[in-house]
């Protein structure tokens, strides 16, 4: 532990888990470079020989999670076939997205030059080419699958946390199929989601469907 005289050197590394560790904290929103100066004890002129701008720091911060997630999926054990495998890189990513609830909105628009990104998918491309998919299957594939290759999805209905899944009681009429339907699936626990109507079961689910409909295909 550095005493008051040892000032810890900034650099972009320190910087960009700063950052993360603020988001973790405090939401994405609170990862502005004032509030980054004041975690790190420095100027926030400073940040700026490491970090060009917040659109710097934001696109860092993808790569940060995105060089975990590729450590956990480094640590998976191979199944014993290509879909078991696959299917346990994707969850052990949304194990790293669990741990950062702010980055799938962070992901969905600023992933697709990250070379870290890129090498996770490189890697799934491969696992499923070895598995005996032509590449036109696996970009299908990949399609199909969308941000839930990664970890986590984009759902359908989202209308923020905390807010009810009950119609409007001068809609309910119009909606009867919708009504039934939230009326019986709705969460009592919304902490145990990314986003709406997006728990384990429910990411799962929706994986292992897609999972073995490729898997009819290939064969």
């Given at each position: 532990?550095?005493?008051?005289?040892?000032?810890?050197?900034?650099?972009?590394?320190?910087?960009?888990?700063?950052?993360?560790?603020?988001?973790?904290?405090?939401?994405?929103?609170?990862?502005?470079?004032?509030?980054?100066?004041?975690?790190?004890?420095?100027?926030?002129?400073?940040l700026y020989y490491h970090v060009a701008k917040k659109e710097d720091v934001l696109d860092g911060i993808v790569d940060v999670v995105a060089h975990e997630i590729n450590d956990a999926v480094a640590r998976v054990e191979p199944g014993a076939d290509w879909k078991q495998t696959v299917r346990r890189r994707i969850l052990a990513a949304r194990e790293v997205f669990l741990r950062h609830r702010w980055a799938p909105e962070l992901f969905a628009t600023r992933s697709s030059t990250s070379t870290a990104v890129l090498r996770y998918y490189d890697e799934l491309v491969g696992l499923m080419r070895a598995g005996g998919f032509s590449y036109?299957?696996?970009?299908?594939?990949?399609?199909?699958?969308?941000?839930?290759?990664?970890?986590?999805?984009?759902?359908?209905?989202?209308?923020?946390?905390?807010?009810?899944t009950d119609v409007p009681t001068e809609l309910a009429a119009q909606l009867p199929n919708l009504v039934g339907m939230l009326g019986e699936i709705a969460h009592d626990d919304p902490d145990s989601t990314l986003g709406w109507c997006d728990d384990q079961r429910e990411f799962e689910f929706g994986l292992d469907v897609i999972l073995d409909g490729l898997d009819r295909l290939r064969a």
């Open positions: 532990m550095a005493t008051p005289t040892e000032r810890i050197p900034l650099s972009r590394e320190r910087v960009l888990h700063a950052a993360v560790e603020l988001a973790d904290a405090h939401g994405l929103p609170a990862v502005t470079m004032r509030r980054l100066a004041e975690e790190l004890g420095a100027e926030a002129m400073s036109d299957l696996v970009h299908h594939a990949l399609h199909a699958l969308g941000s839930r290759a990664l970890g986590f999805s984009q759902e359908l209905f989202d209308p923020g946390a905390g807010a009810s």
